[in-house]
């Protein structure tokens, strides 16, 4: 319930906030996928596959059921392939390395001495990791070139060195789970490392899941097709995930609006007509009410109640790219731009690198960022839930971050590249360098057009 003197756009801001975070129903998904990861306490290897369509809640399930499993004592590691692959190949490869060797950093030192010793069975063979993972390199040397100048050789070499290191992984941080969301998406190299992880001759037994989105055919074919080739298929569980259904779009209310709701039946069946229970439609469209005030707070009743003059006014037929463009009319222009620039760095940026890129002309940077988080286009991240805040923020969807990033012309989109590229390449630290040549590259690769006038 709200103060009298409380102010109500602060209130209707941090309802925003709830509103991102609030995770419902999914019991019976969850169940099955721990009753798997039961099999891995057995002494085997296990495979949970999730489809669905896009927004349904792929990665919120998967975020929820790592936590669950990490607190069951599992390293959980979770990685994302890209739409815009070209933006630097074996990208969950790395994210999923570099989570691996956190873990191992934080390990007692007799153990993480164990480990060591195992990773020296590399050999040489450690820099064609250290190479694609530099931040690897923190637990293990890699000295020597890599001599093969036969591809196809060095391919496989390169395969069965993440094997090898995924294995040690495995048996030491047992029970690891690896995460892969957005397989779609996968790249032949960084699947072709994923299926060599999941060989059956490997000695350890981990649990792998991995997400898709299987609303086009093209997708749909593309993962049939990768997931006939893995080899251990005797613990694979599938999961279609389905819409919330009216309940559980009730409960989502009833918890945002903390039971201060007048008519939740209302409400509940004019999003249930327009969203068909995809959470993501369900989470826009609830931000859109409290912004054209289709959703307003009522003193006089104390409660929270919707207009259906103003609820109506968002279109039965609007696709989520609408929402998301009339969103972007309304922005400051200050942060329409910056929404742009954030769509070159990636699906995810840091506030670091984006004041640095923006060197310092946007003055209220901190404040657009906030009015890009409460209308719904990015969230703020934090690694785990209840820490600190790690200044990174993520876009709130794939779909925004798509939408923005094919809206902006191809020579701004150049340009912005080409800066982002030249600032990571000016900063002060070597290592930061180093670990970040593949985005470095891949920044490069997209704004050749621009460089070539400038480098
Ligand atoms: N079970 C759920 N309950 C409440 N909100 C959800 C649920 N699943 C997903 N969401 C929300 O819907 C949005 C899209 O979910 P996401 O998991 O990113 O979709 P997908 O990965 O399937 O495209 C996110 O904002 C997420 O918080
Ligand atoms: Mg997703």
Redo the contacts with the bound molecule.
């Keep these: 319930m709200i103060k009298k003197n409380e102010n109500i756009q602060e209130t209707e801001n941090s309802l925003k906030l709830k509103l ?7 019991n019976n998904e969850i169940e099955a996928i721990k009753m798997q990861f039961d099999s891995v306490w057995e002494g085997h290897s296990a495979v949970t596959v999730i489809a ?13 059921v790592l936590s669950d499993l990490s607190k069951l004592n599992g390293a959980c590691v979770y990685g994302k392939f890209e739409l815009y692959k070209d933006k630097g190949p074996y990208i969950p490869i790395v994210q999923i390395m570099e989570q691996i060797t956190n873990y191992m950093l934080t390990l007692p030192e007799e153990k993480f001495n164990r480990i060591r010793k195992k990773l020296k069975e590399l050999g040489r063979d450690k820099a064609l990791i250290t190479r694609v993972v530099p931040q690897t390199q923190r637990i293990m040397s890699s000295t020597g070139r890599i001599k093969d100048s036969d591809y196809q050789k060095l391919k496989i070499r390169m395969e069965k060195a993440f094997q090898t290191f995924i294995t040690i992984a495995a048996q030491e941080l047992y029970p690891l789970i690896i995460a892969v ?2 397989i779609q998406w996968a790249d032949i190299a960084s699947w072709n490392i994923i299926k060599s992880i999941n060989d059956p001759i490997s000695n350890h037994d981990l649990y792998m899941i991995l ?1 898709y ?1 299987n609303n086009l055919e093209k997708y749909r074919t593309k993962v049939k097709s990768m997931l006939d080739k893995l080899s251990e298929k005797k613990y694979l569980l599938e999961i279609n ?1 389905e819409s ?1 259904t009216t309940e ?1 779009v009730k409960t ?1 209310l009833r918890e945002v609006f903390s039971g201060d709701f007048e008519n939740t039946d209302e409400l509940v069946s004019l999003i249930y007509r327009k969203t068909v229970g ?3 439609y ?2 826009q469209m609830l931000n859109m009410l409290l912004e054209n005030k289709g959703i307003y707070y009522n003193p006089g009743v104390k409660k929270w109640c919707l207009d259906s003059c103003k609820a109506k006014d968002i279109n039965l037929l609007d696709t989520i790219a609408d929402i998301v463009n009339r969103k972007i009319d309304r922005l400051s222009p200050e942060a329409k731009e910056l929404l742009e620039i954030a769509s070159c760095i990636g699906s995810r940026f840091d506030l670091g690198l984006m004041e640095r890129i923006t060197e310092n002309q946007f003055q209220r940077l901190k404040e657009n960022l906030v009015e890009l988080c409460h209308a719904g286009l990015i ?1 703020k991240v934090f690694e785990h839930p209840g820490t600190d805040d790690t200044g990174k923020f993520e876009f ?4 925004i971050y798509q939408n923005i990033y094919e809206q902006i012309e191809a020579d701004r989109k150049e340009k912005l590249h080409f800066d982002i590229a030249i600032e990571l390449l000016n900063h002060p630290d070597k290592i930061y360098i180093e670990e970040n040549i593949l985005p470095i590259t891949a920044h490069l690769l997209k704004c050749k057009i621009s460089s070539k006038g400038k480098v």
């Design positions: 991102q975070d609030i995770v419902v129903g999914r669905g369509d896009i927004g349904i809640g792929k990665t919120a399930l998967v975020k929820t969301d957005d997400v989105r995930l919330l559980e989502m995809n959470p993501l369900i989470k969230v709130f969807h794939d779909r």
